[in-house]
């Protein structure tokens, strides 16, 4: 029943009933569940479309698609991402899942700059806040909370990232501990600034008019601790003996793919019902 | 586990001592630090209970002030906001802080047992679950003790009534966040319970092997976790126009109060399904027992209660016939309503057909059964009244629909829960509660209840609305309100008797040994109380009654157990998890944010150095570190042998 | 374990609650049962109700047909196979029989078939009392009911002098024989129209434009109440509706649209003896339905009896009254046409004194009740929108003395 480490396969865990690991399980019931979260919130968006009072923003007016395009681009390729991570500590290549699990977390937090930018272009340039219209009620909710639904993920991504690299055997787990800490404080100050600072840059090229040199030019505190914060995570990535992860934590890894695709899959809804059909 | 993969299990002893202090894994079995960590099913299943009879005392005393204020016309006991504070809370408290745990307490305790399980898919989880409900329950509670007073906007909440305009304290605050963390708790237990019964089921266990309540803890888990979803959003809609002015429900801007109820309702209607189901799950199972007889119809009594689940999705607006749906939308619901009548007919003749030809033994949980189905059929028979729309014009938010609900909410799943506390009393004890005292609660009980409900019905056919804290004594609405007030009394009376009664019982109760009642399914095979491991040996399943079965193959059992014994004790014993301060503290953390959100005032300081902005985030960080901690310290566990006669020392004398 | 003595010990415990139950029943009225109300369901004194009535009926017959079948066969199978012995409950266990399909079919064909008899009147009143028939549409009488916290306005087609519309509160008057359509709407929360005896509930519900229909078949007084709750007063909104002959409802709109009744005092006049205020307990009954003789009062006579000044009038008390109504700031929040009183956050009183009820219904439309209210409106409406410790505008204070001379004034409004 256990220790086989070598011939484990990945889709039978032998101690349930079914031969579906239970933490798979339960990611799928939960996505079910979290599908009904969406649901609600979507179909309050489109019930309010049908709706608009006097005086609500024309939609049309507000989004720009060619962004939120690009952004949904982007969460899609982190879609492909995910899964290579997944199939790479199947295998037990634990440098591939390394740099799939950098990759997503990179697109997922693109994604991330693009929606800062995009919140504060509509309450800032054009107008639209969470209290003044319906539709802005609706919208920053909806997509305020699928965008909550990626920070947690790009958190768990960090966290699988860190936990990759936890130590093999007992041997000082205090200190470990310390050090997973900081390496995940790193990398949330990593991800933080550079968000801030291409949203921010984004928005003094399109507000401000200025040009990509100008607009960085702005943001330089924040592009500094970036890369300063790059450097110490190569740092924390020196190879450093045997780690207590691989293919027997492919089911942790996968489970956090399922949330991740799931949440890929309901931007494609939230992106079709919202955007795309203001323009129809 | 999955642990179990990796291997982790290790010896008790030397795994814990070497632990590095900062994953320290408490191992008190005894003592106030071993509940605050349990994973324990069984003990959780117990605080469940506890907390839950607990509620349900206090809903109850909420209720008899309702009965006493409208005992007699223009009576002034309570003011016109107390009253609608004690119906408020009467309602939510009853629902969500009473009956659903009570509900929970069984499948925690019952539900891994009957499947021959050591324990549920994800300990720890469970055990957040348990303290993320007890956090919820405060948090609503809170307003008891502060100047807001507690929310008074009724059960359902309709907007705008909760909007600031009309209800500018805290109390509605803590209303919506006590009710999301419920939702939490809810949530995640049923994710819980939905992994333990398709994953753990002993070997042989298939799915139509499983006992009716089984099958019915997993309908509602179902149900929870597709329908607490609407209202959690709903809820999130509200605490959004509250906190941050978004018009959701702000007339001026253009919001739709209507849009709350359907919200509210697509999770209300599958709700009180999630009230009734795991108490028809416990009558199909008390029901054969006393008739020595399997259910009649097992399959027909599944699919019908997973149709009854599926049903339950597409009849939200039979709560809102007199909001002007319209005539198409109308029909519809009332059509599917009335669907609904066929697959509870099924169940009804099903336990009559299960009772048809047995011996049937007339002990206390057998009556309460019995009770259940006269009292959930009149209940049924008045929700099919309420299903004819136009009809229902006139009864809607009068006390007839009072009548319908408590009867089937009473009657049908109070009923339910009461014959189960007392039918697994000896396995959970190994005391048993009196026969004698146990007939005359549920006959006051009995009485009590239909003397409360039953004029009822006729109050509300006389147009009395609901949620009135008066009444003018020329609408002929005395008498039957005199009576039910008295009928209240009598009702407490019965449930005071029921109480003390068990709890002299759990005291004093005759010791007997295992299978007190002759049972049918695999909780009764075990040693009571059951030992922490519950199976000494996962049972190997032949037939749907399992231990009927195993009780009537003795010899072939006994060879298949003895070699099961030995393959395990090959293995390495039984693997227990470890315990966890976590789950508590994870709990805490969503305490402490609640209370930032919803009872702290806003105060003009900017940013963390706002007493609301900065509780919140302590909870929010308590919670992020607690999780972090949870995930860290891994899901280990320690072997364990079980000793031959560990099996009889639990027991008491053996029975039979 | 087995109890000894079931019988021994239930006989007397069922007596005695019997008994108990005698004792407290004959302290009530006992026919309650017959449930003939003011607000009763079981009586409809038009076609929507009774539509709605008729299928209650239907619903009642087949569930309680059903009852008793199922009934008598679970009744059946207690009695006669319980263990009755030591010796049964030990015995073999009986044949572990699973079920019979065909019995579930023919159960199930059943049931089916009970809810077809159900549900065809059913659909028949879903779309019968949605809406007037199309035959009557060109006849309908169209009214606009507001809900208020805590009281409802009635918006009439009727304009007057061609300008505003005809506009009433608490009592809503409708011809007989006419079907009336009455538009749903709400200013505050949502608040719900019931008139049992002539059609169930529609709600008001903010930002909605629901509608319901009903007629009266013949003149009379009808009790409504709010059905939906609407936050501390819901259950004390209420209002009538008093159904008229064709030529009678003529009258009362053409009273109606006149402006409000001037008694005239004469110069320098003194007030008489003033009534006292009498005192009163919270929540205590406002309504009387006797004469002080002690005979019957029949509403509807009441009603048309309302509609003519008092005889004895003291004009200089109803003067006093008027000039208070303005120094008090109550013209801040009600119209009396003619009167120079133009707000609108309260009820019209233009001809208050009118209507057989004050305060939603919930008060006799008599002096005494009429002054107890606007004394001490706090105590009958708690959270009332006209007083929170004072008038709401100024927080303005109204003595026992006063409130009993803008009750003489509000009262000469016919
Ligand atoms: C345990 C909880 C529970 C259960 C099981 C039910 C069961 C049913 N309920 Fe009830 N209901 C409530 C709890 C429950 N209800 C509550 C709490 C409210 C009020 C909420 C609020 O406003 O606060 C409510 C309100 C409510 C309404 C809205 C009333 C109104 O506000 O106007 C309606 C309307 O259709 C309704 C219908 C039904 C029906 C058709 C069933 C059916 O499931 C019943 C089916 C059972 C039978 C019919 C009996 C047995 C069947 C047979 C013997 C077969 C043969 C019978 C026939 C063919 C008729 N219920
Ligand atoms: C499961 C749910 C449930 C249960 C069990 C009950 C139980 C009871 N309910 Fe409740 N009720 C609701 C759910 C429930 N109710 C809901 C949802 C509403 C609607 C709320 C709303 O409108 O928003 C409602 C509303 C409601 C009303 C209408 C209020 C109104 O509309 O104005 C009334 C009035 O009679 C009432 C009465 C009762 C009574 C007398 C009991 C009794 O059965 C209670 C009996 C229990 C006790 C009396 C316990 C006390 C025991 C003791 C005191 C023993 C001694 C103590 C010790 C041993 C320590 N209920
Ligand atoms: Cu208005 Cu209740
Ligand atoms: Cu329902």
Redo the contacts with the bound molecule.
């Keep these: 029943m256990s220790s086989h480490a070598g011939t484990i396969d990945h889709h039978h865990d032998p101690s349930t009933s079914t031969g579906i690991p239970n933490k798979k399980l339960l990611m799928w019931a939960f996505l079910a569940s979290d599908c009904m979260f969406f649901g609600t919130l979507i179909a309050t968006h489109l019930i309010y479309r049908l709706h608009p009072p006097a005086g609500n923003p024309s939609p049309k007016e507000i989004f720009a698609p060619a962004l939120t395009s690009f952004s949904t681009f982007v969460l899609l390729m982190s879609s492909l991402m995910m899964a290579l991570a997944v199939n790479g500590i199947q295998k037990g290549n634990l440098k591939s899942t390394r740099w799939s699990l950098i990759m997503t977390i990179i697109c997922g937090s693109i994604f991330l700059g693009c929606q800062v930018y995009e919140f504060t272009e509509f309450v800032e340039v054009k107008k639209m806040t969470l209290s003044n219209s319906i539709l802005g009620s609706t919208f920053f909710t909806l997509t305020g909370t699928h965008g909550t639904h990626v920070a947690i993920g790009v958190l768990w991504l960090v966290l699988m990232y860190v936990r990759s690299f936890k130590p093999a055997a007992n041997t000082g787990t205090s200190a470990w501990f310390v050090k997973g800490l900081a390496h995940v404080a790193v990398f949330a100050t990593v991800i933080v600034s550079s968000i801030l600072a291409l949203a921010h840059g984004a928005e003094h090229m399109a507000v401000g008019g200025e040009t990509i040199g100008g607009a960085l030019g702005h943001e330089i505190v924040p592009i500094v601790i970036a890369i300063t914060g790059l450097a110490i995570l190569g740092w924390f990535a020196r190879d450093r003996g045997p780690v207590d992860f691989g293919q027997a934590n492919a089911v942790d890894v996968e489970s956090m793919g399922l949330y991740w695709h799931f949440v890929d899959i309901v931007w494609i809804v939230i992106f079709t019902a919202v955007y795309l059909l203001e323009f129809l | 586990m999955d642990a179990t993969i990796k291997s982790s299990f290790t010896d008790k002893g030397s795994a814990v001592s070497n632990r590095p202090a900062l994953l320290w894994r408490p191992t008190a079995k005894t003592g106030l630090m071993s509940w605050l960590t349990t994973v324990d099913h069984k003990r959780i299943g117990f605080l469940y209970g506890i907390f839950a009879l607990f509620f349900f005392i206090v809903g109850g005393i909420e209720a008899l002030f309702i009965r006493l204020q409208l005992a007699v016309p223009n009576n002034d006991v309570l003011t016109a906001e107390q009253y609608n504070t004690m119906f408020t809370m009467h309602?939510t408290t009853m629902?969500f802080l009473a009956v659903m745990p009570l509900s929970a307490a069984f499948f925690n305790y019952i539900m891994p047992l009957q499947i021959g399980a050591r324990d549920v898919a994800f300990p720890r989880l469970n055990a957040f679950s348990l303290w993320t409900f007890l956090v919820g329950a405060i948090i609503i509670n809170l307003g008891w003790f502060m100047k807001d007073g507690a929310p008074d906007a009724g059960?359902?909440g309709y907007a705008p009534l909760t909007s600031k305009t009309f209800n500018a304290d805290h109390s509605i605050d803590m209303w919506v966040m006590g009710l999301q963390l419920l939702g939490v708790a809810s949530i995640a237990a049923s994710l819980n319970f939905i992994v333990t019964i398709i994953n753990l089921r002993a070997p042989g266990m298939t799915m139509m092997r499983l006992p009716v309540f089984v099958w019915m803890t997993l309908v509602t888990a179902f149900l929870i976790i597709l329908s607490f979803p609407a209202i959690t959003i709903a809820l999130v809609e509200v605490m959004m126009d509250r906190l941050f002015s978004t018009n959701f429900f702000e007339v001026s801007h253009g919001g739709m109060p209507i849009l709350w109820q359907h919200l509210f309702w697509v999770f209300?209607h599958p709700e009180?399904?999630i009230?009734?189901l795991p108490a028809m799950g416990i009558i199909s199972e008390i029901l054969p027992c006393f008739s020595r007889k399997p259910l009649y119809g097992y399959p027909i009594v599944v699919f019908s209660g997973a149709s009854?689940g599926f049903l339950g999705f597409a009849?939200w607006s039979?709560?809102m016939?007199?909001t002007g749906m319209g005539t198409v939308a109308t029909a519809a619901f009332?059509m599917a309503?009335?669907c609904?009548?066929?697959p509870?007919?099924v169940k009804?003749?099903n336990w009559i057909g299960t009772l048809w030809g047995g011996h049937l033994k007339m002990r206390t949980p057998m009556m309460f059964a019995l009770g259940f189905i006269w009292m959930?059929?009149i209940?049924?028979?008045s929700?099919?009244m309420?299903?004819a729309a136009p009809a229902?014009a006139q009864?809607?938010?009068s006390y007839f629909?009072i009548a319908?609900?408590h009867y089937?909410?009473i009657g049908?799943?109070m009923f339910a829960l009461l014959a189960g506390i007392h039918y697994w009393f000896p396995l959970m004890f190994g005391r048993v509660v009196d026969e004698f005292w146990g007939k005359v609660s549920f006959w006051v009980i009995f009485a009590g209840f239909n003397i409360t409900f039953f004029p009822l019905h006729f109050v509300g056919l006389n147009g009395m609305p609901r949620r009135t804290f008066t009444y003018d004594s020329n609408l002929g609405w005395n008498a039957p309100n005199q009576i039910a007030t008295v009928g209240a009394f009598i009702l407490a009376a019965g449930i005071g008797i029921y109480f003390t009664l068990m709890i002299y019982s759990y005291f004093k109760g005759q010791k007997v040994g295992r299978d007190h009642w002759d049972g049918r399914t695999l909780e009764w095979s075990i040693p009571n109380p059951p030992p922490e491991y519950n199976f000494k040996v996962i049972p190997q399943v032949h037939a749907r009654d399992a231990f009927w079965y195993e009780k009537h193959n003795q010899a072939e059992i006994a060879a298949e157990k003895a070699s099961l014994a030995k393959a395990e004790a090959e293995h390495g014993g039984i693997h227990m998890p470890f315990q966890s301060i976590w789950p508590l503290f994870c709990s805490v953390g969503l305490l402490v944010g609640a209370i930032g959100v919803s009872v702290m005032d806003h105060d003009p300081r900017p940013g963390f150095w706002g007493t609301k902005i900065a509780v919140t985030i302590i909870g929010g960080v308590i919670l992020f570190f607690s999780a972090y901690m949870w995930a860290l310290e891994g899901n280990e566990g320690y072997h364990l042998h079980a000793d031959e006669d560990d099996d009889k020392g639990h027991g008491g004398k053996a029975h039979h | 374990m087995h109890s000894p003595f079931p019988s021994r010990f239930f006989r007397p415990v069922s007596q005695i609650l019997a008994f108990a139950s005698l004792i407290l029943l004959s302290g009530c009225d006992l026919n309650f049962w017959k449930m003939q109300g003011h607000q009763t369901t079981m009586i409809a004194n038009g076609p929507v109700a009774a539509s709605q009535l008729s299928l209650f009926w239907v619903t009642v017959w087949?569930?309680l047909v059903?009852?008793i079948i199922?009934g008598a066969v679970l009744a059946y199978a207690t009695i006669k196979f319980k263990a009755r012995s030591d010796a049964d409950e030990h015995a073999e266990p009986p044949p572990q029989g699973h079920g019979n399909p065909m019995v579930e079919i023919a159960l199930i064909a059943a049931?089916?078939f009970?809810?077809v008899i159900?549900s065809i009147p059913t659909l028949k009143g879903i779309w019968y009392t949605h809406d007037v028939p199309e035959a009557q549409k060109a006849d309908a009488y169209n009214i606009t009911a507001t809900g208020y916290q805590w009281w409802f306005k009635f918006d009439y087609p009727e304009k007057i002098d061609g300008g505003a519309g005809l506009v009433t509160g608490n009592e809503l008057v409708i011809p007989v024989g006419r079907p009336i359509r009455i538009q749903l709407r709400t200013v505050d929360v949502i608040h719900s129209f019931w008139v049992p005896k002539l059609a169930g509930k529609v709600d008001m519900i903010p930002n909605r434009g629901n509608f319901l229909w009903l007629q009266a078949d013949a003149p009379g007084y009808f009790w409504g109440q709010c059905a939906e709750y609407c936050g501390d007063s819901h259950a004390v909104m209420r209002f009538r509706v008093v159904a008229l002959a064709p030529m009678e409802f003529a009258a009362w709109v053409a009273a109606q649209k006149a402006p409000a009744r001037n008694v005239a005092a004469a110069a320098g006049a003194a007030p008489g003896p003033r009534p006292q205020l009498a005192t009163f307990k919270q929540n205590e009954y406002g309504y009387s339905e006797k004469w002080a003789d002690g005979s019957p009062i029949n509403p509807l006579q009441n009603w048309v009896d309302q509609q003519k000044p008092a005889a004895t009038e003291d004009a200089a008390l109803i003067a006093e009254g008027k000039a208070l109504f303005g120094t008090k700031l109550c013209l801040a929040c009600h119209t009396i046409r003619g009167h120079g009183a133009p707000g609108i956050a309260g009820p019209d009183l233009t001809h208050v004194g009118s209507r057989t009820t004050v305060a939603g219904g919930l008060l006799e439309n008599t002096p005494a009740q009429l002054a107890r209210w606007i004394a001490h409106p706090e105590l009958v409406k708690p959270g009332n929108k006209m007083y929170a410790s004072g008038y709401v505008p100024m927080n303005i204070k109204v003595a026992d003395a006063e409130a009993v001379a803008l009750a003489a004034y509000l009262t000469s409004l016919k």
């Design positions: 309602g629902i059960w359902v209300g009180v399904y009230l009734i009854i009849v039979h709560h016939f007199t009332a309503t009335m609904i009548a066929v509870t007919g009804i003749f959930f059929m209940g049924g028979f929700g099919v309420h299903a229902d009864q809607q938010d629909v319908h609900f089937v909410l049908g799943s | 087949v569930t059903i009852f199922v049931s089916v009970a809810l159900i």
